[in-house]
């Protein structure tokens, strides 16, 4: 309640707030999602035959995908390579491959030093190495709040990924 109840009081207090928020989220992409359980049921009568459905293949691309996006769009997508492990230093280099697109493609915010971070509470973007490069740099970071994955902005992004890509093998436009 405290991480709401702050950002709240900061929207009121600065009316540009949202304008400066830089949202980061991370997600696994596949060359094509499975369907889910959910997603493949149907209807049907108790007398009609069952559906056939045909046996889903392991996904031949998989990896994890940080976006960087802010009221605007899309700032930065870093894909993470498959044999790397997303860890503190990777994910600090990423921090420095971001200040520079935001000097680029933010302009304004680079000038004013504006722009706040908000990330998840992820091991990688929790470390004290990162919150020191982001103290360092004078990057403020807006707390996300514990279990409410509803309540995080940054979230909203995995919930509409679904609809980027559908479920036919090579069809995402970012594998072209």
């Given at each position: 309640?405290?991480?709401?109840?702050?950002?709240?009081?900061?929207?009121?207090?600065?009316p540009?707030?949202?304008?400066?928020?830089?949202?980061?989220?991370?997600?696994?992409?596949?060359?094509?999602?499975?369907?889910?359980?959910?997603?493949?049921?149907?209807?049907?009568s108790?007398?009609?035959?069952?559906?056939?459905?045909?046996?889903?293949?392991?996904?031949?691309?998989?990896?994890?995908?940080?976006?960087?996006?802010?009221?605007?769009?899309?700032?930065?997508?870093?894909?993470?390579?498959?044999?790397?492990?997303?860890n503190?230093?990777?994910?600090?280099?990423?921090?420095?491959?971001?200040?520079?697109?935001?000097?680029?493609?933010?302009?304004?915010?680079?000038?004013?030093?504006?722009?706040?971070?908000?990330?998840?509470?992820?091991?990688?973007?929790?470390?004290?190495?990162?919150?020191?490069?982001?103290?360092?740099?004078?990057?403020?970071?807006?707390?996300?709040?514990?279990?409410?994955?509803?309540?995080?902005?940054?979230?909203?992004?995995?919930?509409?990924?679904?609809?980027?890509?559908?479920?036919?093998?090579?069809?995402?436009?970012?594998?072209?």
């Amino acid at each position: 309640m405290n991480c709401c109840a702050d950002t709240l009081e900061n929207i009121e207090n600065d009316p540009d707030f949202l304008l400066n928020l830089i949202m980061c989220d991370e997600t696994w992409i596949f060359q094509y999602d499975p369907e889910t359980k959910r997603q493949s049921m149907h209807w049907k009568s108790p007398q009609s035959p069952r559906k056939k459905k045909a046996r889903m293949s392991n996904s031949k691309f998989k990896t994890i995908m940080i976006v960087f996006f802010d009221i605007r769009g899309v700032i930065y997508i870093d894909w993470v390579p498959e044999d790397q492990t997303l860890n503190q230093g990777y994910y600090k280099n990423v921090l420095t491959t971001l200040r520079e697109r935001v000097r680029r493609r933010r302009p304004d915010m680079w000038k004013n030093a504006s722009c706040i971070i908000h990330h998840d509470n992820a091991p990688p973007q929790n470390a004290l190495s990162v919150k020191r490069y982001l103290a360092k740099n004078n990057i403020p970071l807006m707390e996300h709040p514990p279990y409410f994955p509803d309540l995080a902005p940054c979230d909203f992004f995995s919930s509409r990924k679904s609809s980027l890509c559908s479920k036919e093998p090579g069809s995402c436009p970012w594998m072209q």
